[in-house]
């Protein structure tokens, strides 16, 4: 390499890692705040009691999107109460993740708000990048006539994102949309959208069945409950022998006071299920040593990204006695 073009090429690296640490400051420092729409819809980190204020104040904000769901008694999530409450601007509080697949009844309730709300908006989350960007591309979705190309843009580098490890997942849910677009020879409308988010965001399905459950059992002795899992998905699901990847069935028991006293892993082995066929699952628990009523969940897992339930599916529960 001649000694021109190394220079270029370090002169390349060097701007973008000053451009890198220029947008790092301007995330920490302003906290990562951005204007989507202007006038209209704006993003930020988790504001402080006084960047609140000023931001209600200065841009007029009607209503905040706080997407870190309901955190009482959290300091930061009552300190954002009472700002909203003393200025008469609407709360809604919408519980997205930054590590997995969101769930669609959250993302159809956002659209809601969306729909009905008082403008301007102001999106945030803890740092603004992740679940912020997410609803910021939702929002251009749903409510310009921005093409999706053009909207993802708000889940980038540019504002902290990183579509790496579970953040990842964010991009995988507009990726999936992208795709069914192609598939279907569609082009994005906002009723397209929806649309697939009822017909087309099915990756994480499935319809139980109980096989066998005892309805009574001694407290000296363990117990089996066997079910039947249906894949309802579009995509198979992929069965391993190792905790920590692929697809499991994962359950809890919970006593009468709602604690948690066991909980455990089915389905280690080897298989692939495709849509439409089902798999049965050995549901395993000890001797429960305390009599009394007891609940059963068991959900699918697709480690490490989520529970189907945290989709939008609904998890097998049993209730059961003790005795």
Known sequence: ???????????????????????????ELFGNFHTVIPDRAYRCAQPSVERLDKF???????????????????????????????????????????????????IKRLIEVLDHCEY??????????????????????THTNAALTEARRQLGPR???????????????????????VENKLQHERATFIRWLDEGYREYEVDWQLLEAPAKVAASDPSLF???????????WHFQSVRTAGFHAYYF??????RIVYQGRAGLFEATVEPG????????????????????????????????YQIGAEPLTVDFEVQ
């Not at 021109?4 to 640490?21: D, E, H, Y």
Request: charged share 20%.
């Open 159 to 181: 504002y902290g994102h990183l579509a790496v490890g579970k953040t990842g997942q964010l991009d995988r849910f507009l990726d999936m949309y992208e795709s069914w677009l």
């Open 253 to 258: 028991v919970r006593d009468a006071s709602n």
């Open 226 to 236: 066997e079910v039947m899992a249906r894949n309802t998905s579009i995509e198979p």
């Open 277 to 308: 066929d089902s798999v049965k699952l050995n549901v395993v628990l000890p001797a429960l040593k305390q009599p009394g009523h007891y609940q059963l969940f068991v959900d699918l897992t697709d480690e490490p990204y989520c529970l189907f």
């Open 120 to 141: 301007p908006v102001l999106f945030h989350c803890q740092r603004g990048a992740d679940r912020t960007g997410l609803a910021s591309v939702i929002l251009l979705l």
């Open 1 to 27: 390499m001649s000694g021109t073009i190394r220079m270029v090429v370090w002169g390349a690296v060097a701007g973008l890692c000053l451009a890198l640490v220029v947008e790092a400051c301007h995330i």
């Open 56 to 106: 209600i104040g200065e841009l007029g904000i009607r209503t905040l999107v706080n997407l870190r769901g309901s955190q009482s008694p959290a300091p930061w999530y009552l300190d954002e109460c009472r700002t909203t409450s003393s200025h008469n601007v609407s709360q809604e509080d919408i519980c997205l993740s930054a590590g997995r697949m969101p769930c669609v009844h959250e």
